[in-house]
């Protein structure tokens, strides 16, 4: 199983995606895909994990533009629409895509948001490091980062 680059073909990994996160980055998804990546896990005919990794602002992060703006400076990299298919789950596979993440990328930073609370855990036992909850009116989210 490897990391593998299908931002060429970023269909296979959309179509995998919950209908709402669709909606959000499929419209806007020729703006960004200047400056993002679509990697997966890739085993076989199945995909069991992926996620698109941002160098620059991604969609829905209007509301955190400053926090945004800071990681972006100091190089770090966005983390976004990590997704696990439903038939993948509990083998380890969002693990795995982070680890590998990390080990393609050695010398790269990582910053992510998240409104699940319960993926804390998660997130915490992959290297990433709870900093804060950034709110916004009604949004809150947690700030993650990994330091290479």
């Given at each position: 199983?490897?990391?593998?680059?299908?931002?060429?073909?970023?269909?296979?990994?959309?179509?995998?995606?919950?209908?709402?996160?669709?909606?959000?980055?499929?419209?806007?998804?020729?703006?960004?895909?200047?400056?993002?990546?679509?990697?997966?896990?890739?085993?076989?005919?199945?995909?069991?994990?992926?996620?698109?990794?941002?160098?620059?602002?991604?969609?829905g992060m209007e509301a955190f533009e400053?926090?945004?703006?800071?990681?972006?400076?100091?190089?770090?990299?966005?983390?976004?629409?990590?997704?696990?298919?439903?038939?993948?789950?509990?083998?380890?596979?969002?693990?795995?895509?982070?680890?590998?993440?990390?080990?393609?990328?050695?010398?790269?930073?990582?910053?992510?948001?998240?409104?699940?609370?319960?993926?804390?855990?998660?997130?915490?036992?992959?290297?990433?490091?709870?900093?804060?909850?950034?709110?916004?009116?009604?949004?809150?989210?947690?700030?993650?980062?990994?330091?290479?």
């Amino acid at each position: 199983m490897k990391l593998i680059n299908i931002t060429e073909h970023p269909h296979l990994f959309f179509d995998l995606l919950p209908k709402d996160w669709q909606e959000t980055l499929l419209p806007e998804w020729s703006f960004y895909k200047n400056y993002a990546q679509v990697l997966v896990l890739h085993q076989g005919d199945d995909i069991c994990a992926g996620g698109i990794i941002f160098e620059s602002f991604a969609p829905g992060m209007e509301a955190f533009e400053v926090t945004a703006e800071e990681w972006f400076v100091k190089g770090y990299k966005y983390v976004g629409y990590v997704w696990v298919p439903e038939k993948q789950r509990g083998k380890g596979y969002g693990s795995l895509w982070l680890k590998t993440l990390i080990q393609q990328f050695p010398k790269s930073g990582f910053w992510l948001t998240t409104e699940e609370k319960e993926l804390r855990k998660f997130y915490e036992h992959n290297q990433f490091s709870y900093l804060e909850s950034l709110k916004i009116d009604t949004l809150e989210e947690e700030l993650f980062v990994y330091h290479p």
